[in-house]
């Protein structure tokens, strides 16, 4: 399966040429092709906003029509916020992954121009309308943003995992319950001491509930260390004042 390539049907500014190319390379996609850009290609704009995505592999070609555009694609997308009244199958972003990845064909998805999106007739080539949950009254998204939001898809899709997803972060394993009681035990004794268990027939509930508050933290080992550490500290601090008083 080939991976798809992104469309921008009359795109005006340099800037938002850039910046697609940007948010394609974060999601692996690499072929961007422009239909008749405004302010022709190349484009000095496009280069800040790109990151580097244009040196880094994203390649771009420049066509007449978006019939030419699309000549050598089985599967098309049409971008686009707006009802065209047409018979054709509507997707999200997820839906329109899940067709291209179907489907198996080379494909592509149609962005339109800033200003005005997508022309009917260049809707009216494409195999399905994609369209995003927007909100109703303000269905306005920057093109790379659009853009962006299949191609996060897309990477999603395709296993791709967060930056630091699946790595190792040095968080310990939970520590085992053996120490969560004594860590528990050492608390209580010390609440017991401070007159906290009042009256006496409620002790066991107050127990439970603290303990159960301790338990949904999945503590680890390091922190219950650090805990019993803090419980001396306040224990041997009460020791001291009492010292005082009696002095």
């Given at each position: ?58 390649s ?43 489907r ?6 149609l ?14 080539l ?68 401070a ?34 550490g ?18």
């Open positions: 399966m080939s991976i798809p390539v992104i469309i921008l049907h009359h795109p005006q500014l340099g800037e938002n040429i850039g910046s697609t190319a940007r948010v394609m390379l974060n999601f692996g996609l690499t072929e961007l092709r422009l239909v008749a850009p405004r302010d022709g290609w190349p484009n000095a704009a496009a280069e800040p906003l790109s990151a580097g995505a244009f040196e880094a592999g994203v771009v070609e420049v066509f007449d029509t978006a019939e030419a555009a699309i000549a050598d694609l089985g599967t098309v997308l049409a971008a686009t916020a707006r009802p065209r009244g047409m018979e054709k199958l509507v997707v999200d972003a997820a839906g329109g992954v899940e067709r291209i990845m179907q198996g064909h080379k494909a592509g998805i962005f339109g121009a800033e200003s005005h999106g997508l022309p009917s007739d260049v809707v009216g494409a195999d399905a309308i994609m369209t995003y949950p927007v909100n109703p009254d303000f269905a306005s998204l920057n093109l790379a943003q659009a853009v962006g939001v299949f191609s996060a898809g897309w990477g999603a899709a395709q296993g791709a995992i967060g930056r630091w997803e699946g790595e190792k972060t040095g968080v310990e394993a939970p520590a085992p319950r053996e120490d969560l009681i004594r860590m528990f035990e050492h608390l209580e004794e010390e609440l017991e001491r007159g906290y268990f009042y009256p006496p027939d409620k002790t066991p509930l107050m127990k439970t509930n603290i303990r159960n508050g301790f338990i949904r933290g999945d503590w680890t080992m390091q922190e219950v260390r650090t805990f019993r803090a419980i001396k500290a306040l224990a041997l601090g009460r020791g001291q004042a009492r010292v005082k008083r009696d002095d």
